[in-house]
């Protein structure tokens, strides 16, 4: 006998039957004059508003972009092939939005908040307009609380705060989405009990994928369900074989997702990667609705594009809950050409910027951060002390071992001063090297600069240093979990600390030269 | 749809109407004019191409229209061609009939049935549209079996849609998505 049984089956049936009335349906139509390259022309939809969501059949959606005296122009997001010249477009009434929930943590999802990764529909009743207006000026507060990263280079000396906007620039194959993996990986440190007890509120995360291959994205989802990090991150994918208009949308969507985790008074972070697509999405969207092309063909507003979400990053006021939302844009260049209309666009927009060299990282400093020319800002202010303390000298140590670095082959000949400049240039760029995926936490970079900046590494060889930094941590952990408790929790060095931690690494640096 | 230049000769016919009080007769013209352009094709041809010049085009209408047309009507017809702008001159007649429609607060609805209606619901469906959309209703009667049942009335580009098909439509999306099922 059958699982099943038919009265339970025609139970349910009855059910969703008496829930149905007979009504009548009043809608505002147009009909199709043209589609095709995933733009229609409408007829009709007289009352139509911008960006209105537009309801083409076979359950395809687009959204009205182009408002024009005789008719609408809308994009498509779904196929094209499904729509055809006379049919009927239905208006929804409502702006293109999307829904949000906190079980969206874990899944991956399109723009439009629909689940792509098989499992569970999401059902939530909370709907949020993809496209927001930010924030003003009083519902804001400056930026003062850290988000760490992870990695030593950027929490020492490109600081990042919560509600900061920094942008991750580099050439292709620098490392750039590394860097953003990294962040997302180390605000587990965020989520456990320890965290709690430090008084550091937990930081939920969004990946969004603009005009990546699908395969790439599945990587760097399988990179983070590794490390535990799918638990509070959400991945919004609008792959290369989507239609240019969800990829247009996608930053949008992120952006409205971190918004329901800023307005709950709590804390996101959304990585844009990559803003270049996205900007090319938008320029074949526009050159098809036959918006007039600006400079490098883009439309003029690229400029609006790009600030109309980034702008939506933001740290709240305390009357508003004081949750906040940090924004990492990423942007490929072509060849280094930072000067180029998007990447200068939005250097301008953001508050700080991480360059990643190709020349770096292929001479194995990893992150290939340059750090001359990389800023952040307003993250000094949300930086703790202890790591504004130790990490003082160490821009200024790098900024003259640069200077002097062409000097360095004349090795012997030079005076003792510079030869110590150049000693610990070499030594601070060697302990800045980090793998990826393995992010530290922020007391253990207090140790490892702090040991570097006081030139605890002076003596040890170059090639040592990295074998130097694991066991000096190891020794740390095993020995003195109590001074990295200290620092983590008062977040500053006091004379205490100070003098506990010299006491250790004169030990730790005796041991290791034997 | 609202084309630039049709929408000003309309005007400018309207115009002209309204100062000598000849809507009714004007309209009825132009109805003969939409009506000619949309069932003779071979007439559509020649007012579009380039290559008949308008003296001889302006012949060709005089001997077609001319004794159905009042000599407002005609003239009208006469200039659009002159300005080489025979091709809008179908739009023109339409926009005027729009125009004239706004004028009266009138407006079409298309009406379409999965039955033939009698008088009384034909009256009654009137009177609602006439209710709901506040102004005057021509009601345009088709019939379409593929409905099932209950009708379709467009006003404008609004629809109202009390057909059996749409709600077994409706049904039908209700069951795939499993609203109500827990």
């Known amino acids: ?514 | 749809m609202i084309n630039r230049i049709s929408h000003r000769y309309g005007l400018a016919l309207f115009g002209e109407a309204e100062d000598r009080k000849m809507h009714e007769r004007i309209a009825a013209d132009m109805k003969i004019v939409v009506e000619a352009l949309d069932e003779i094709s071979l007439l559509r041809a020649v007012l579009h191409t380039p290559v008949v010049r308008h003296e001889v085009l302006n012949k060709i209408m005089r001997e077609i229209f001319e004794k159905h047309l009042s000599p407002l009507a005609m003239n009208f017809i006469i200039m659009i061609v002159d300005k080489g702008r025979g091709a809008e001159l179908g739009n023109t007649a339409k926009d005027y009939l729009l125009l004239l429609d706004d004028k009266n607060n009138t407006t079409t609805a298309k009406i379409t049935s999965a039955v033939t209606l009698d008088d009384e619901a034909k009256k009654e469906i009137v009177a609602t549209l006439a209710r709901y959309s506040g102004k005057h209703i021509r009601p345009e009667f088709t019939i379409d079996p593929t409905l099932r049942g209950g009708f379709i009335a467009k006003v404008g580009d609004t629809l109202i849609d009390a057909s059996l098909q749409h709600q077994l439509e409706v049904l039908r999306q209700q069951f795939l998505e499993g609203i109500g099922v827990n």
Request: proline share 5%; charged share 25%; glycine share 10%.
């Open chain 1, 1 to 514: 006998m059958s699982v099943v049984r038919p009265d339970e089956v025609s139970a349910i049936l009855r059910q969703q039957l008496t829930g149905f009335e007979k009504e009548v349906d009043i809608y505002d139509v147009g009909t199709i004059l043209m589609v095709g390259d995933g733009v229609a022309r409408v007829y009709g939809l007289s009352k139509a508003m911008a960006g209105e969501l537009l309801e083409f059949p076979n359950g395809v959606f687009g959204m009205a972009l182009n408002l024009e005296e005789d008719n609408v122009g809308a994009v498509l997001f779904g196929d094209e092939t499904l729509v055809k010249e006379g049919d009927l477009v239905k208006r929804t009434g409502r702006v293109a939005s999307m829904p949000v929930t906190d079980t969206m943590l874990g899944r991956v999802i399109n723009p439009l908040g629909i689940p792509v990764d098989g499992g569970a529909p999401i059902h939530t009743d909370k709907y949020l307009p993809i496209e927001r207006k930010a924030l003003g000026v009083m519902q804001r507060q400056p930026v003062k609380e850290p988000l760490q990263t992870g990695i030593k280079a950027v929490d020492a000396m490109i600081p990042i705060g919560r509600g900061q906007r920094e942008l991750i620039i580099g050439d292709r194959q620098t490392g750039k989405t590394t860097v953003a993996i990294d962040a997302i990986i180390n605000q587990k440190n965020t989520h456990g009990e320890e965290a709690k007890a430090r008084g550091i509120e937990p930081v939920y995360c969004i990946y969004v994928a603009i005009g990546q291959k699908a395969s790439t994205v599945a990587l760097v989802r399988a990179k983070l369900e590794e490390h535990g990090a799918m638990a509070y991150t959400t991945i919004i994918v609008a792959s290369a074989s989507d239609p240019a208009p969800l990829q247009f949308i996608a930053p949008y969507s992120g952006a409205t997702l971190g918004e329901h985790f800023r307005d709950t008074g709590r804390h996101a972070l959304v990585i844009y990667d990559d803003l270049s697509k996205q900007a090319a999405a938008y320029r074949e969207l526009s050159l098809l609705l036959r918006r007039p092309p600006g400079r490098e063909a883009y439309p003029g507003d690229v400029f609006y594009v790009h600030s109309r979400f980034l702008e939506r990053a933001s740290k709240l006021s305390a009357d508003l809950g004081g949750g906040s939302l940090t924004a990492l844009p990423v942007i490929e260049t072509q060849a280094g050409d930072v000067s180029a209309y998007i990447p200068t666009n939005v250097i301008s927009i953001t508050d700080g910027q991480i360059y990643l060299e190709p020349n770096l990282f292929n001479s194995g400093v990893r992150p290939a951060i340059n750090v001359g020319i990389s800023v952040s800002r307003v993250g000094g202010n949300a930086q703790i002390k202890a790591m504004k303390k130790v990490s003082g000298t160490l821009r200024l140590d790098l900024a003259q071992y640069r200077e002097l670095e062409a000097f360095s082959k004349f090795g012997s000949d030079l005076d003792k001063a510079t030869q110590q400049q150049l000693r610990r240039g070499q030594r601070l760029v060697e302990l800045l090297k980090q793998g990826a995926n393995v992010p530290m936490p922020i007391e253990e970079q207090v140790v490892v600069v702090y040991a570097g900046t006081q030139g605890f590494l002076d003596e040890i060889p170059i090639d040592r240093v990295l074998e130097f930094e694991r066991g000096l941590l190891e020794e740390a952990r095993l020995r003195h979990k109590d001074l990295l408790n200290d620092i983590a929790s008062k977040k500053e060095l006091t004379d205490d600390i100070v003098v506990r931690l010299k006491q250790m690494l004169n030990d730790y640096v005796g041991s290791f030269k034997k």
